[in-house]
């Protein structure tokens, strides 16, 4: 009887491994994301805008420095020749007047920051969601991101779709109308 058991038991082994179960294709990619935003024109034209911004704000504050460096400078030949109590009070004129520089510099700094920041995050959703489309548009069950903060660290570069994503943002941002309608949105998001 044991012998029996063990046969059926056996033979429902070998029938149930002998069935080939049905295996859908898994089709993936990875997008190199550091590649992608080196190469995605808006992403380009975006660190143009605030490199521009920055020189342009950077020479007024450069200029207010120079005139400081010049009356630091006169300081130290006059200090001399007006006495310890005008060198005082002088002295301490500069070290609040360097001190505000350093706060404009600061505060400069920081408000280009945080502008290039919301419009960077607008640029970056906007790439994840156009890459989400054209994952469920080319049939893609996965699609990877490595470059800085690399979530993957080995892939064959068979399976590197970065130049067709780089080149239909591209392509798509070409086409997109030019106009600062998004400047408005920016900046309510940005005063939040």
């Known amino acids: 009887m044991k012998k029996a058991l063990v046969i059926i038991a056996l033979s429902i082994f070998a029938v149930s491994c002998s069935k080939t179960a ?65 060198a005082q009070q002088r002295g301490a004129e500069l070290q609040k007047r360097e001190q505000q520089l350093g706060y404009a510099q600061q505060a400069l700094s920081q408000q280009l920051q945080q502008e290039s920041g919301v419009e960077m995050d607008s640029l970056v959703s906007g790439v994840k969601k156009f890459i989400k489309d054209y994952g469920k548009k080319n049939g893609y069950s996965y699609i990877y991101g490595t ?33 600062e309608e998004k400047a408005p949105a920016k900046e309510e998001a940005a005063k939040k």
Do not use: C
Request: proline share 1%.
């Open 22 to 86: 049905e295996v859908k294709e898994v089709k993936t990619a990875y997008v190199d994301t550091s590649v992608l935003m080196k190469e995605y024109t808006e992403a380009k034209d975006l660190e143009a805008k605030y490199k521009g911004q920055a020189e342009e704000k950077g020479r007024q504050l450069q200029a207010e420095i120079a005139r400081f460096k010049q009356d630091a400078a006169s300081f130290q030949s006059q200090a001399q020749a007006n006495g310890q109590a005008w």
């Open 147 to 179: 470059g800085d903060a690399a979530s993957i660290l080995y892939a064959e570069e068979k399976y590197d779709i970065t130049k067709d994503i780089v080149k239909a943002l591209n392509d798509k941002y070409k086409t997109a109308p030019k106009t």
